[in-house]
């Protein structure tokens, strides 16, 4: 397959002026995925937007990107990530949410009922204009404790991401959205990227996206990397390739344990201010670019904005703030054995109005791992080997 050069996407036309997730959206989002409950402290909770890059190699010598734009909540602020992704022939482009903690293709359709006020915030899918669209028996669903869904039936395709053609790809065409879903109107769906256990099509399970890559063997090595970029840089994820020239530090690999279907980690120590902590040695923490927080247990929680002058627990905003001008401590996390330091202007989350920014580390709740989400993640750069089950996580110093 002949290589392409790098394009650059313009800012979508589809987003609204204004377009402004928020904490409590980014809060919310990570409570109704994981199903948590406020610990020690009692917040709210919602979910959110930002777009990327996508390379590809098949071998040494062929090279496919596509470009990334972030989507922001003001001027620092990245809240999600979302990539184009071709489906059908002939092919319609969907900005989707590329997402390590989810295992569903699924994507705005036409056939979504009563939701005429907001398409044209979408491209949507028309399985009956693609010639290579199946329709199949499968059912699919996505359901949360506040009483937030999607459902729809499920179609094979044809489907392009970075360059890479799978097909018979298997679609999760929605049907019906919740408000919550058709408020979003940051992305045309999701493609997830943690393990099969997590895909809810009925009656069986359908392969994802980098099970048929990895199955047909249009990728090798077996593995998908993700660069997300701090306010306006370049993002990206890579598929069957690691690009060495993101950092210059040592990727080191970690065992993972997927039983949950998460792609997930030991983390048994952090440092505040150099001052090294262990944790529970059976502390575990979940790698997913889908949650835009980093969720911790409140003693990290506590010790993290206990560093910063000003910094407080707002019961009214439902969440830690700290005022605008405060340092940030220095930060490391634990990955395995491997101590990683989160970048400073990555830590505000949004604007709390006051002087005030919500901190982009917040409590986990009752849950008894750990979220690592995007306002980590974009210190690092990490490979996420699905062959061998590991992954592989580099500081990152830009």
């Not at 800012?11 to 997730?21: A, E, N, V």
């Not at 596509?66 to 990539?83: D, K, R, T």
């Not at 044809?158 to 360059?163: L, R």
């Not at 840089?233 to 990727?251: A, K, L, M, Q, R």
Request: glycine share 10%; proline share 4%; charged share 20%.
């Amino acid at each position: 397959m002949s290589g392409s050069r790098l394009h650059q996407l313009s800012r979508p036309d589809r987003y609204r002026t204004g377009y402004r997730p928020s904490f409590y959206s980014a809060y919310a989002r990570a409570a109704k995925r994981y199903g948590f409950e406020a610990g020690r402290y009692s917040g709210f909770a919602f979910r959110n937007n930002k777009v990327v890059q996508v390379r590809s190699f098949h071998d040494r010598s062929t090279h496919h990107e596509v470009a990334a734009e972030s989507i922001q909540n003001g001027a620092l602020y990245n809240m999600e990530y979302v990539v184009p992704v071709s489906i059908g022939t002939p092919p319609v482009t969907l900005h989707l949410d590329f997402d390590t903690g989810s295992s569903d293709l699924w994507v705005w359709s036409s056939e979504i009922a009563g939701a005429h006020q907001y398409r044209e915030q979408h491209r949507v899918y028309h399985p009956h204009r693609s010639s290579t669209a199946e329709h199949t028996n499968g059912k699919w669903e996505i359901s949360y404790g506040d009483g937030s869904s999607a459902s729809g039936d499920v179609y094979t395709d044809n489907v392009h991401v970075a360059g890479i053609h799978i097909q018979g790809q298997a679609v999760e065409v929605a049907h019906h959205l919740s408000s919550a879903f058709l408020k979003d109107g940051g992305n045309d769906g999701l493609l997830g990227l943690a393990w099969p256990k997590l895909n809810t099509v009925q009656p069986h399970r359908v392969a994802t996206p980098m099970q048929n890559m990895m199955e047909k063997g249009l990728i090798n090595p077996p593995v998908f990397t993700v660069k997300l970029g701090h306010g306006s840089e370049p993002s990206f994820y890579s598929f069957g390739y690691i690009d060495h020239t993101v950092t210059p530090h040592e990727i080191v690999y970690h065992h993972i344990d997927n039983s949950k279907g998460f792609w997930e980690v030991a983390s048994t120590a952090y440092a505040v201010n150099r001052q090294h902590r262990r944790r529970n040695q059976n502390n575990t923490a979940i790698l997913d670019t889908g949650t835009t927080l980093c969720l911790v247990h409140d003693d990290v929680v506590e010790q993290i904005y206990h560093q910063i002058p000003g910094a407080r627990y707002s019961n009214r905003r439902g969440g830690w703030i700290y005022p605008h001008h405060a340092k940030v401590p220095e930060i490391h996390l634990a990955i395995g054995h491997t101590m990683y330091r989160l970048n400073a202007v990555d830590f505000p989350c949004s604007n709390a109005g006051d002087g005030l920014n919500f901190g982009g580390i917040q409590s986990r709740g009752n849950l008894d791992y750990d979220i690592f989400g995007d306002v980590f993640l974009k210190s690092l750069y990490v490979v996420f080997n699905q062959g061998e089950k590991k992954v592989g996580v580099a500081q990152r110093d830009d």
